[in-house]
Nanobody, 119 residues
Framework: QEQLVESGGGLAQPGGSLRLSCAPS????????VAWYRQAPGKQRDLVAS???????NYLDSVKGRFTIFRLNARNTVYLQMNSLKVEDTAVYYC?????????????WGQGTRVTVAS
């Protein structure tokens, strides 16, 4: 069973927008520090953006000003808003998160969601 559920990928035109979401598969689990990675065919997996529990965010240089990572704690969900998409943003995007439930903690990866940017 996947511990993290991702959604929001799909096809977008250059200049378009998509929003990805990442949330625990079980309600009792809280999501702490989160990072989004992406992997294009034949390339390594790169860190795109990350956010701490306190809301401090960091970005890959090539997405600064275009992507925004944010969290809605009431929904226990982290989002990656992607604007001004470029063809080179095409990749499978993965969420990685520190999870917490009670006194237990773990780190988990989502199943990946495909983003294709093409005209």
């Amino acid at each position: 069973q996947e511990q993290l559920v991702e959604s929001g990928g799909g096809l977008a035109q250059p200049g378009g927008s998509l929003r990805l979401s990442c949330a625990p598969s079980e309600r009792k689990v809280s999501i702490d520090n989160v990072a989004w990675y992406r992997q294009a065919p034949g390339k390594q997996r790169d860190l795109v953006a990350s956010i701490t529990t306190g809301g401090s965010a960091n970005y890959l240089d090539s997405v600064k000003g275009r992507f925004t990572i944010f969290r809605l704690n009431a929904r226990n969900t982290v989002y990656l808003q992607m604007n001004s998409l470029k063809v080179e943003d095409t990749a499978v995007y993965y969420c990685n998160a520190d999870l917490r439930w009670g006194k237990k903690m773990s780190n988990a990866w989502g199943q990946g969601t495909r983003v294709t940017v093409a005209s």
